[in-house]
Structure formats: C-alpha cells, structure tokens
C-alpha cells in the first residue's frame, strides 16, 4: 500500500510541477501581449485596445494567483497549518471566479455605452491586434486545457483564457466588418453574446469554488458509491459517520468510522479500504475501526 501511496504521491506531484510550468509560460506570453496592446493602442490613439490592455492584465493577475496557489500548496505543513496551505488553492478558485464575474459586468457597461454612442475603431488596428490576442490566449489556454478537469484552480484559468480568445475573436470580427462595411454597432452587440458566454461558463466555476470552500463533497464524487466501494470490501460489515471533503483543488480527503467483525484483520482491511479509495480521487483518508458488536448501538 505504502508503494501504491508513493506512486500515487510521485503522479500528483509530477502532474504539479507541469501546471506550475504552464502557468509561468502563460504568464510571460500574456504580459508580453499586453505591452504589445499597449504601445498599439497608444500609436493608434485607440481606446479600445488600451481598455482591452486593461483588461488582458486582470488575466495576468488570474494567472500569477493561480501560480501562487499552487505554490502555497506544496508548502509543507506547519504547526499552526497541519494541512499546510493547500486550502488556499480553493480560495484562489473562488476569487478568480468573482473576477471573472466582474469582468462580464465590465464588458456589459462598455457594450451599453457604445450602443448608446458608437465610437470609431480603426478597423486594421483593431483587428491585428485581436489576432495576436487569439493566438497568444489560444494557444495558453489550449496548454492549460489538459489540467482544466482535475483542478479547479486550472480550470478558472483555463476559462479566463478561453474568455479572452472570444472577446479577441469578437473584436476580430467586429474589425473586419467595421473596416469592410463601416458597421460599428457589430462590436457592442458581439460583445454581449461574448458576456453571456462567459457567463455561464463562470457559474459553474464559482458554485464548484462555494461548495468547496463550505468542505462540500466535490465535484464527482458520489457519497452512496464510496459507501458501496467501502461496504463491498472484505471483511467490512458496514460504515458510518463518514465525511468527504477537499483539501485542496487537487486533493480530497475521508474520514469514516468503519466496522468490521473481526480485530485481527484490522490492518489488511484499513489497507484495502485505502487502496479502493484512492482509485476513486480519495488520496487522504482516515478510519477509524470498530468490531461488529461494538456497533449496535450506531445502528449501522
């Protein structure tokens, strides 16, 4: 079992050390892209791409928190933090989904205002622009795609990425057809639809985030299935006061009183229990055993 634990150990921190290497890329390729957007916007006197600067650096500031979680979250435990500070990954999942939330509230006044008062866009400017911002936000956030699902805290990045390539495609087409047809209600009304995008994508981001936050069972784990994982072990007779929770974005821990009908096969059982468990994203689990006729009172 402890060759097992190891192993898994080994993964967790090797698939660690690789998001913390994407995120770093991606932090270096968005803040180059927002000096770009910069020095454009202020050469072509456009609004537009300085806001849109503005905004690209809400998204450096997501990622560098996101890799200041996952930092924090291989600080070893102390004293005062036994778990250490990997907790911190879900407060930094939590924050990044309010910013996004914030952010589609920004984009909604700018789109109302310019319904209200069109405003000229150099088109070509607008629309090289918006083609390096697809590029650079693609190509992070297709890097970050592969992570998005076991970790919350990737996912809200990964989502802010996929937020920016819209809104970078949105000013793209809103470009061409300002410059082919001179229409400029296109880039409020696109980036509307791109708002509601965004939004629905962050809801789930910021209710996975809440529920963590509140040590709520996460995301995909199903309470009944781990008591039949844990019930269907040999030589369990049954469990109960049993409490899931995440430790982390990445880890989830179990408690469970555990009885069994025999003390002799208490370590073999608890090794078992253990093992099935950390097949079912259940890294951290602590049992506490019990012999069956000390249980009738719990009515297991």
Same mark, same amino acid.
């Given at each position: *079992?402890s060759? @097992?634990?190891h192993?898994?150990?080994?993964?967790?921190?090797?698939?660690?050390?690789q998001? !913390?290497?994407?995120?770093?890329?991606?932090?270096?390729?968005?803040?180059?892209?927002?000096?770009v957007?910069?020095?454009?916007?202020w050469?072509?006197?456009?609004?537009? =791409?300085?806001?849109?600067?503005?905004?690209?650096?809400?998204?450096?500031?997501?990622?560098?928190? /996101?890799?200041l979680?996952?930092?924090?979250?291989? +600080? %070893?435990?102390?004293k005062?933090?036994?778990?250490?500070?990997?907790?911190?990954?879900?407060?930094?999942?939590?924050?990044?989904?309010? $910013?996004?939330?914030?952010a589609?509230g920004?984009?909604?006044?700018?789109?109302?205002?310019? =319904?209200?008062? %069109?405003?000229?866009?150099?088109?070509?400017?607008?629309?090289?622009t918006? /083609?390096? !911002?697809?590029?650079v936000?693609?190509? #992070?956030?297709?890097?970050?795609?592969?992570?998005?699902?076991?970790?919350?805290?990737?996912?809200?990045?990964?989502?802010?990425?996929v937020?920016?390539?819209?809104?970078?495609v949105?000013?793209?087409?809103?470009?061409?057809?300002?410059?082919?047809?001179? $229409?400029?209600?296109?880039? %409020? $009304?696109?980036?509307?639809?791109?708002?509601?995008?965004?939004?629905?994508?962050?809801?789930?981001?910021? &209710?996975?985030?809440?529920?963590?936050?509140?040590? !709520?069972? %996460?995301?995909?784990i199903d309470?009944?299935?781990? #008591?039949?994982v +844990?019930?269907?072990?040999?030589?369990? =007779?049954?469990v109960?006061?049993?409490?899931?929770?995440? *430790?982390?974005?990445?880890?989830?821990? =179990? #408690?469970?009183?555990?009885v069994?009908?025999? *003390?002799a096969?208490?370590?073999?059982?608890?090794? &078992?229990?253990?093992?099935?468990?950390?097949? @079912?994203?259940? #890294?951290?689990?602590?049992l506490?055993i019990?012999?069956?006729? &000390?249980?009738?009172?719990?009515?297991?």
């Amino acid at each position: *079992m402890s060759e @097992h634990h190891h192993h898994h150990h080994h993964h967790y921190e090797v698939e660690s050390e690789q998001s !913390g290497q994407i995120l770093m890329v991606g932090i270096v390729l968005n803040l180059l892209f927002v000096v770009v957007e910069l020095v454009m916007g202020w050469m072509y006197g456009s609004l537009g =791409l300085l806001g849109d600067a503005g905004h690209n650096l809400g998204d450096v500031f997501s990622l560098i928190m /996101a890799f200041l979680a996952y930092r924090l979250a291989r +600080i %070893p435990a102390t004293k005062r933090y036994t778990y250490g500070y990997r907790k911190s990954t879900i407060l930094v999942s939590l924050l990044n989904a309010i $910013i996004l939330l914030v952010a589609v509230g920004a984009i909604v006044v700018e789109a109302v205002r310019k =319904l209200q008062a %069109p405003a000229d866009v150099n088109g070509e400017a607008v629309s090289w622009t918006a /083609a390096l !911002g697809i590029v650079v936000n693609g190509i #992070t956030a297709y890097m970050l795609m592969s992570k998005r699902k076991g970790d919350l805290n990737m996912r809200g990045a990964f989502l802010h990425m996929v937020a920016d390539t819209l809104v970078s495609v949105g000013v793209l087409l809103s470009g061409v057809v300002i410059m082919v047809w001179g $229409i400029t209600i296109v880039d %409020p $009304i696109i980036s509307l639809v791109i708002a509601v995008v965004i939004l629905v994508s962050t809801w789930r981001l910021l &209710a996975d985030s809440l529920r963590l936050s509140l040590d !709520g069972v %996460p995301e995909g784990i199903d309470v009944d299935s781990i #008591t039949g994982v +844990i019930t269907s072990t040999p030589g369990v =007779l049954g469990v109960h006061h049993l409490h899931i929770w995440a *430790m982390s974005t990445t880890q989830n821990a =179990l #408690t469970a009183h555990i009885v069994i009908d025999e *003390m002799a096969q208490m370590e073999v059982v608890k090794e &078992a229990v253990k093992s099935r468990l950390a097949q @079912h994203a259940i #890294t951290h689990a602590t049992l506490e055993i019990e012999v069956g006729v &000390a249980c009738c009172e719990n009515k297991c």
